[in-house]
């Protein structure tokens, strides 16, 4: 079982910068990869960008170059960076951590995200 607390939402000027936080508690975290998605209202969740430390990092075509996803591995704690945001940014967006073999994928409460002109 892992819990996933995000922080860092809010509201943020068009071309501002934001930086999400996703703190996993739980066991062999390192099994884990974190990853972000985002759900605007009235459409589907979808991917942000997925991080397995040490191995790879995977971004949706339409987010590479405009989000960053890191790991604190000693902290346990997954990051999301957008320098420029925009109008469209505006969205809830969720933590989520998979893990890399058995068939387990467990999900944050969500951080609204709102950029305003």
């Known amino acids: 079982q892992v819990q996933l607390v995000e922080s860092g939402g809010g509201l943020v000027q068009t071309g501002g910068s934001l930086r999400l936080s996703c703190g996993a508690y739980?066991?062999?975290?390192?099994?884990?990869?974190m990853c972000w998605y985002r759900q605007a209202l009235g459409s589907q969740r979808e991917l942000v960008a997925l991080?397995?430390?040490?191995?790879?990092?995977n971004y949706a075509s339409l987010m590479k170059g405009r989000f960053t996803i890191t790991q604190d591995n000693a902290k346990n704690t997954a990051y999301l960076q957008n320098n420029s945001l925009k109008s469209e940014d505006t969205v809830v967006y969720y933590c989520?951590?998979?893990?890399?073999?058995?068939?387990?994928?467990?999900w944050g409460q969500g951080t609204q995200v709102t950029v305003s002109s």
């Open positions: 991080i397995t430390p040490g191995v790879e990092t």
């Open positions: 739980g066991s062999n975290l390192s099994l884990y990869a």
């Open positions: 989520c951590s998979r893990h890399r073999i058995a068939d387990a994928e467990y």
